[in-house]
């Protein structure tokens, strides 16, 4: 059975930071595609970013710069440092996960609040 579940979201201050994790099993975690989505109420979810099994990463223009992803394979886990927070992060974040050829398999989020 496929679970991928997030941690880390909470409420930040502007200009703060936090970091994300998401944690995949039951899949080939060093060959899947890796990737953070965001929702905003009222919004449709977007990429946030990305990081190929080969450590490709890929960025929304909106957080370049300001975001790092990263994997770790020994532990089946991919995070999201967000530094210099904006109150326009605020969002569900999501991750997925997704091999190659085959399905993507969301988590069932994480809030993060931007907010003084």
């Known amino acids: 059975q496929v679970q991928v579940v997030e941690s880390g979201g909470g409420l930040v201050q502007p200009g703060g930071s936090l970091s994300l994790s998401c944690a995949a099993s039951?899949?080939?975690?060093?060959?899947?595609?890796m990737g953070w989505y965001r929702q905003a109420p009222g919004k449709e979810r977007e990429l946030v970013a990305s990081?190929?099994?080969?450590?490709?990463?890929n960025y929304a223009d909106s957080v370049k710069g300001r975001f790092t992803i990263s994997r770790d394979n020994s532990k089946n886990t991919v995070s999201l440092q967000m530094n210099s927070l904006k109150a326009e992060d605020t969002a569900a974040y999501y991750c997925?996960?997704?091999?190659?050829?085959?399905?993507?398999?969301w988590g069932q989020g994480t809030q993060v609040t931007v907010s003084s």
């Open positions: 997925k996960a997704r091999v190659p050829f085959g399905p993507s398999y």
């Open positions: 039951g899949i080939r975690f060093s060959i899947a595609t």
């Open positions: 990081i190929t099994s080969g450590g490709s990463t």
